[in-house]
């Protein structure tokens, strides 16, 4: 692997798998690692990794399990939570990085909260968008009715047939679904230039159909004491408030909660910048 000090596109070998991967800045900066959620890809932190490796992080956003080539398993059961924990931490060891940054979204945020609360000797700072922590969406999914309804797309995606549905027409349902989500073309584009291959997409869908068979759940998540961010956009169509707002409850360190007003889901798509400037921040408040 190179070690780049500008942004450029590499190949990391970690968990017995190959991870396509952008990394920035220099190889001795404090480690950032960006996790993507879905439907997207490592396309979704561009702006942030450019910032980061131009303020002396080493960032690095990976395409994740199922979405790189080379880290394709076959079956359900290669996609459980503890698996993609367990990437993330290897690929953070291949970075060299004991301790990093982690910021993610949507699932990706998913798995920054278990990192964060299930290893928090490997974390210096957690920043999460568009993904409560786990035991408080599960609290909502009990609590507030309009949550089960937002999440209608997890029992959907369990149908073998959930995959084949979303790329009928040129992948319509899956360009419609972030268009309406304010996603800018280019960048759905982006993501379909990936997600538009039925063995990439249907791997992202194995997310979502080995929850129930992993050992980490979410309604068992311990509290997080780590330095924490959260941020939601309050147009947030996945996300109720009863979630965003009881995270709290389940942070016991240093913790920022920042509502996006007007922003929706992709907050990194639709409002380019704007999270980009707190995620500076953030850490810079919290080093290494």
């Given at each position: 692997m190179t070690e780049p000090t500008s942004r450029s596109t590499t190949?990391?070998?970690?968990?017995?798998?190959?991870?396509?991967?952008?990394?920035?800045?220099?190889?001795?900066?404090?480690?950032?690692?960006?996790?993507?959620?879905?439907?997207?890809?490592?396309?979704?932190?561009?702006?942030?990794?450019?910032?980061l490796?131009?303020?002396?992080?080493?960032?690095?956003?990976?395409?994740?399990?199922?979405y790189s080539a080379g880290a394709r398993p076959k079956?359900?059961?290669?996609?459980?939570?503890?698996?993609?924990?367990?990437?993330?931490?290897?690929?953070?060891?291949?970075?060299?990085?004991?301790?990093?940054?982690?910021?993610?979204?949507?699932?990706?945020?998913a798995l920054a909260w278990f990192i964060a609360a299930h290893y928090p000797e490997r974390v210096i700072s957690v920043t999460v968008i568009s993904r409560p922590h786990p035991a408080a969406f599960m609290l909502a999914m009990r609590d507030d009715p309009g949550q089960p309804h937002r999440s209608r797309?997890?029992?959907?995606?369990?149908?073998p047939e959930a995959t084949d549905a979303l790329l009928v027409e040129n992948a319509g349902p899956l360009r419609r679904a972030m268009a309406r989500n304010a996603v800018p073309e280019a960048d759905i584009d982006a993501y379909l230039a990936t997600l538009g291959d039925r063995d990439a997409l249907?791997?992202?869908?194995?997310?979502?159909?080995?929850?129930?068979?992993?050992?980490?759940?979410?309604?068992?998540?311990?509290?997080?004491?780590?330095?924490?961010?959260?941020?939601?956009?309050?147009e947030d169509a996945t996300v109720g408030r009863m979630a965003a707002e009881n995270t709290a409850d389940f942070v016991t360190g240093p913790y920022c909660f920042t509502e996006l007003r007007g922003v929706n889901h992709f907050v990194t798509d639709e409002a380019p910048g704007v999270f980009t400037e707190l995620l500076l921040d953030h850490i810079a408040e919290h080093p290494a």
């Open positions: 190949s990391i070998e970690a968990n017995g798998l190959e991870f396509t991967a952008d990394l920035a800045g220099p190889a001795d900066g404090a480690a950032v690692l960006l996790l993507h959620g879905f439907p997207q890809t490592r396309h979704t932190w561009r702006a942030e990794l450019e910032a490796g131009a303020a002396g992080y080493r960032a690095c956003a990976p395409d994740q399990r199922g079956g359900i059961d290669n996609y459980r939570t503890e698996l993609l924990v367990a990437d993330a931490l290897a690929i953070a060891d291949s970075l060299g990085a004991d301790r990093f940054h982690i910021v993610g979204h949507d699932w990706g945020g797309h997890h029992p959907a995606f369990q149908r249907d791997s992202a869908v194995n997310w979502y159909r080995a929850m129930g068979q992993s050992s980490i759940q979410s309604a068992d998540a311990p509290a997080i004491d780590v330095p924490t961010m959260f941020v939601w956009g309050n």
